[in-house]
């Protein structure tokens, strides 16, 4: 089941190694994404679970080939513009983000015929929009209806809600109803500690699925999933589609939930010590720009990153270019100059902020691909 990454070869202008990138810049480490991709789709495929990732993570088409090669049964995206670059390598798109507005519509009815096209909504409104836009681009649109199971977000608030929207999707010409969708974002406890929201969402799922068989609108799908909860998706009787995005990288929220090690963290910020005047702390060049401004697991306080090798070491303050290192907590006294990596308490924000990825393996510079999903970009018509 494992899959190398392809090697396509350093480019002419590709740095050499780490010392000539200009930071901040992404940096994955090829082996642990390797690792990490064929472990979550080792364990689709053991427990029966059809596996649609999550691109918000990456975006970027070269993570989502790798993830098809695996057998990921599709991709899910949430934007359209996502939505464009992955109908590019990927023949079956989930969108799980309500389709509301004439612009957002029509833009993903765009999506090549050929790509087929399923989106998560909420609402009548979204429902009625979406199938306007798929009649009038005379294609077919396939649609999830979302349920809340927690998270109070988006997602229908009761069963008998879900039902009647599901009614109301079979009766829109250029629907078809495929399937309930939930998305368990309110789970973020450590993996071990997930027991008592797990068993009434595995509640709550089985009523769901039990007056959807009753209204005789049984899902062919039921599709949830993330990456704190990944590996207890089977334990949900019922769900057969999963959706992680974060376990690509991972990041210091996954490690906070234990669904990964620091060592599974496969994406770092590599930033330069830009300053050490002041005693105590050292300045890099990587802020909110580079890294966003994600609070650790929802509470202030904690940091806005730690360094991958000194994890005693955190970014806890930021200006927009500038990351403030805490010292307080280590010997270790850094000089200008000096390289360090930072992992992101959230790494598809901190990927976002950026236009490519470096990939190393064993500590030299394999390949770098683009972030071509990111941004809003224009539609492709
Ligand atoms: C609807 C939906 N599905 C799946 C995911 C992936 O979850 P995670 O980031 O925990 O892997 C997300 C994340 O934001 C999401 O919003």
């Not at 210091?252 to 010590?273: E, I, K, M, Q, W």
């Not at 830009?274 to 202030?300: C, F, H, Y």
């Amino acid at each position: 089941m494992r899959a190398a990454i392809p090697f396509l070869g350093m480019s002419d202008d590709m740095p050499q190694d780490l010392i000539d990138v200009e930071t901040p810049s992404l940096i994955v480490d090829l082996d642990r994404l390797d690792q990490n991709l064929s472990r979550v789709a080792e364990y689709a495929a053991t427990h029966g679970l059809a596996l649609r990732p999550h691109v918000k993570t990456h975006k970027s088409p070269f993570v989502a080939e790798a993830q098809l090669r695996l057998g990921a049964r599709g991709l899910t995206c949430a934007t359209p513009r996502e939505a464009e670059v992955m109908s590019e390598v990927c023949d079956d798109l989930l969108v799980a983000y309500p389709p509301i507005g004439r612009a957002r519509a029509q833009r993903l009815a765009a999506i090549p015929p050929a790509v087929r096209l399923t989106v998560a909504l909420d609402s009548a409104d979204a429902a009625t929009e979406m199938a306007r836009a798929a009649r009038d681009a005379r294609r077919e649109v396939g649609v999830y209806v979302e349920l809340d199971v927690g998270m109070h977000r988006v997602g229908a608030a009761t069963v008998d809600a879900a039902v009647a929207l599901a009614r109301h999707v079979t009766e829109s010409e250029g629907l078809i109803f495929e399937g309930l969708a939930f998305y368990p974002g309110h789970v973020r406890e450590r993996m071990s500690e997930q027991d008592a929201k797990l068993e009434s969402l595995d509640l709550a799922l089985e009523r769901a699925l039990e007056r959807f068989h009753e209204a005789g609108l049984p899902p062919r799908v039921v599709s949830g999933g993330s990456t704190p909860t990944l590996f207890r998706t089977h334990e949900l009787p019922g769900v057969t589609e999963m959706r992680p995005g974060t376990y690509v990288y991972n990041d210091r929220g996954t490690v906070a939930t234990g669904a990964c090690g620091l060592d599974d963290c496969a994406l770092t910020v590599l930033a330069t010590v830009v300053s050490t005047a002041l005693p105590g702390q050292a300045v890099i060049d990587a802020g909110t720009k580079a890294l966003g401004r994600e609070p650790s697991r929802g509470e202030e306080g904690e940091g806005f990153g730690m360094l991958l090798d000194r994890p005693d070491v955190v970014v806890s303050r930021m200006s927009e270019e500038h990351g403030v290192l805490d010292l307080s907590q280590t010997s270790w006294r850094p000089t200008v100059g000096d390289l360090v990596r930072v992992v992101p308490n959230h790494v598809c924000v901190a990927v976002h902020l950026h236009d490519i990825v470096h990939g190393i393996r064993s500590g030299r510079l394999e390949r770098q691909w683009p972030i071509t999903a990111r941004g809003r970009g224009a539609p492709t018509t």
